[in-house]
Every structure is written in structure tokens, then in C-alpha cells.
């Protein structure tokens, strides 16, 4: 449910907050209020970049590779104890297959 919601308030808040530095430096140059104004703005960046970073779906690229070895090194596993390599390739697809789904 954040995942909507978030980035549409930081934009609010960045937006917002522009236009609030502009207006406080025109009205007097009030340093604490912009300030806090720019405080405000950065905090809701780190939200923004905290959202995006846990909610990542994907792995890295490296994490899968390393699986691709692993799943390669147990077929040739099976092979070597004597099981028929292209019945043990089927069943690492449809296997692959099943889980996609």
C-alpha cells in the first residue's frame, strides 16, 4: 500500500517545498525557516530511497549466477552417478517452468 502512496507525497513535498524556500528567501530571508524547509525535502528523499531500496524485487545479478552454478554442479552430480543427462536437463526445465508460474 505505500508503494502508492509514498512517492506521490514526497513529490508533494518536494514540489511543495520549492516553492516554500522561494516564498520564505522572498519574505525575508529567514534562514531557520528554510532550513527546515530543506530538512523537510531531504527527509522525504531518504523515505523515498529507503522505499526503493527494500521494496527491490529483482536480485542481483550475481545471486543468479551463482544459483546457475550450484543448480549446473548438482545435474553433473546426477550424471556422474549415472542418471540420464538429457531426462535430468527435462526435469530442471519443467521444474524451472513450475516455478515460474
Known amino acids: 500500500m505505500a508503494r502508492r502512496w509514498l512517492p506521490r507525497v514526497c513529490a508533494l513535498v518536494f514540489v511543495g517545498g520549492i516553492a516554500g524556500i522561494i516564498i520564505a528567501s522572498v519574505n525575508g530571508n529567514n534562514a531557520g525557516v528554510i532550513l527546515t524547509i530543506g530538512f523537510v525535502i531531504v527527509l522525504a528523499a531518504i523515505a523515498l530511497l529507503t522505499m526503493g531500496a527494500v521494496s527491490a524485487k529483482e536480485r542481483i545479478d550475481a545471486f543468479d549466477e551463482a544459483d546457475a552454478e550450484k543448480l549446473e ?12 543427462e538429457d531426462q535430468v536437463r527435462a526435469l530442471v526445465r519443467d521444474a524451472m517452468r513450475a516455478g515460474r508460474r
Open 73 to 84: 554442479q548438482q545435474v553433473m552430480a546426477l550424471v556422474v552417478a549415472g542418471a540420464a
